[in-house]
């Protein structure tokens, strides 16, 4: 094994008291290359691709009050190749990052502050807030798109180097969103954005080779705040959710959000119409985090994503003054999600929903070959009770309806995992999990694969990492041919 430290990113920062700046959150400021990274088992030789994770990462002393969301994105890319596996981490050099390091010092305030606050003008919906472009991180065309959650400049990266390869040319004036969606079967990339102008959504298609070749409106009756979004062989599904800004407080300039007395509502377009071929459907109230699957069965579309049975929480108890509502909207144990399925029947209008399961659960994968048609199996992340990270996860058959969990035990918190088909793959759980674990009892971290037809048996092999991982929110999986 061969390390190598590539810089140390001079940090500026001194607050104590934020728990989201503590233990699994606290922040890295080092890059590093290993090549040739131990293992505690045996690396198959029949996984051969990359996994990227973010994470968010304050360099400078906030201001104000910290929300984890506002920190520099980092990706951590470890690829494998021929039972061997590389890692390399690198902060997503973003015009905010850039600025910041030239001044020593936040000039941007974050999402639990007012417009006031912050020293420039900003991006996002928002309007005054850095774009860290640290929530999501998908490939499309060969290349690391990384995202931030209420809309940026979208910035490329190399997904083995993490070379920097700038801005992406194609993003519209008012972004695009985290969770953009890669259709394996065509290589497009769907993506949408949101703010607080008409007609406050977009959807847009990117072909294979990163060209646009679509952008049209998503006509909302106001200012509202989706997170994800699904799509089918020939749909793309949008939400209008009642969780959104409460607009007296909007027109004061102060961005806080409440459960509105609304259905949910969701948008069916085919994947190149426009605002007329939409075709609206309601269900029932709650804000969705994330989807993980959607696909089309006769004159139906059915979605699989997380409904959340308190999508306005009260307050949490015991967080330090003035993050009662930040830590509540963190925790995953009060919101208590869970997996549900909501059909749209396309002739009808009319929609049907169902619970899969009681837990709470979140954070949910699928083997991604399988997008845009019926999955068997679904991977979901255990939200630990009261803080921002997860305690194992789960696999569940929506076939039999068997259930298998792993916890990473005492101390050792994970991020959310990916699936890694094998190379000549037989069927749809042939294939790895793959995450980033953190041991809090040593301070260390590393990586982890799992079978992923046997969950229950713990990782297969697992992989030091040279140190310990910030806790962020996505990863992605992609298959050498993607690369």
Known sequence: MKVQKIRTVKTTLTSQDNPYLQKTWLPNYEEYDVV??????RIPEDIEGVYLRNTENQIHEPIGRYHPFDGDGMIHSISFKNGKAN???????????????????????????GRGKSKLPGWGAQGYIKDSSSTDVVIHSGKALSTFYQCGEGYRLDPITLEQLGKESWVPIDGISSHPKVDLKTGELLFFNYSKYEPYMHYGVVDSDNNLKHYTPIPLPGPRLPH???????????????LFWDNKLLEQGVHATV???????????????????????????????????????????????????????????????????????LDLHLLKPSLHCWRFNL????????KIDDRVLEFGTINREYATRRHRYTYSCIPTKGFFTFDGFTKQDLISGSFQSYKFGRGIIGSEISFAPKLKAIDEDDGYLVSITSDLNTNTSECVLFDAKNINHGPICTMPLPHMVCSGTHSIWAQIHEL
């Open 87 to 113: 890692y390399r981490n690198r902060f997503v050099e973003t015009t905010g990052f850039k600025m910041e390091q030239i001044l020593g010092q936040s000039l941007w305030a974050g999402l639990m502050e």
């Open 259 to 329: 459960m509105h007395d609304l259905p949910l509502r969701f948008a069916v377009i085919p994947r190149f119409g426009t605002e007329k071929d939409i075709k609206w459907f309601e269900a029932e109230p709650t804000f969705v985090l994330h989807f993980n699957n959607a696909y089309e069965d006769g004159d139906e579309i059915i979605l699989e994503g997380y409904f959340q049975e308190n999508p306005w929480p009260p307050n949490y108890q015991g967080a330090p003054q003035g993050l009662e509502r930040m830590m509540a909207f």
């Open 36 to 41: 040739d990274l131990e293992s505690k088992g």
């Open 228 to 242: 994800d979004m699904a799509f089918t062989k020939n749909y793309s599904i949008f939400n209008d959710s009642p």
């Open 347 to 354: 002739k009808t209008g009319v929609t049907r929903e169902e």
